[in-house]
């Protein structure tokens, strides 16, 4: 099994189907702070609904259609940083997160992320890379910022959260806008 270091205690692996129970504890712990703009915790409601989630990302790793990532600290799942959609042929994809409370404001996420966006453009030669994101998930909009991206709009009440209709802002980088991005995501992870 691989794994490279956040630093401070903290990796990045492969999540997979045989993480279940740990993923579920995992939301279990943040269930209200992650649900609060995503549907995950609604996914993930038991262990049969882990293993659901986390086989879906077995299948689109294996067509190349995606892929997920844990976030440990210390030994135990926080988070997970994943790769929603990918296709190779348009050179584009859309990332995503999510984290427990506990983990949260540490720069856990940007720090993840910059490995995953090296990757995806320079390994795998995509061209755009999305993160999309509630109108009002003011840390994940902050994460955006910090890895470089540009605010292209926002799709207005596209996503129904909660008994509500919620807002999604579209946030990119480019892959020539990445070195100079990148840059500036270096000095936010520290």
């Not at 270091?5 to 990045?12: C, F, K, M, P, Y």
């Amino acid at each position: 099994m691989y794994a490279i270091s956040l630093g401070e205690g903290a990796e990045l692996r492969p999540l997979e189907i045989w993480h279940a129970e740990e993923m579920l504890a995992n939301i279990d712990r943040g269930r209200a702070f992650i649900g609060r703009h995503i549907g995950l915790p609604e996914v993930v409601a038991d262990l049969d609904g882990a293993r659901a989630y986390l086989r879906s990302y077995g299948e689109k790793r294996a067509t190349d259609t995606g892929a997920l990532h844990g976030i440990w600290q210390d030994g135990t799942l926080v988070g997970g940083l994943l790769f929603r959609t990918w296709d190779t042929p348009s050179g584009v994809c859309e990332a995503g997160c999510w984290l427990e409370p506990a983990a949260a404001g540490r720069g856990l996420v940007t720090r993840g992320m910059r490995l995953l966006v090296d990757w995806a453009f320079g390994t795998r030669g995509m061209h755009r890379v999305e993160w999309r994101v509630a109108t009002g998930n003011q840390p994940s909009i902050n994460v955006a910022r910090r890895l470089g991206m540009t605010r292209e709009g926002v799709l207005r009440e596209n996503y129904p959260h909660d008994g509500e209709r919620t807002s999604t802002e579209i946030w990119s980088v480019l892959a020539p806008e990445w070195p100079t991005a990148r840059e500036g995501a270096a000095q936010h992870a520290h």
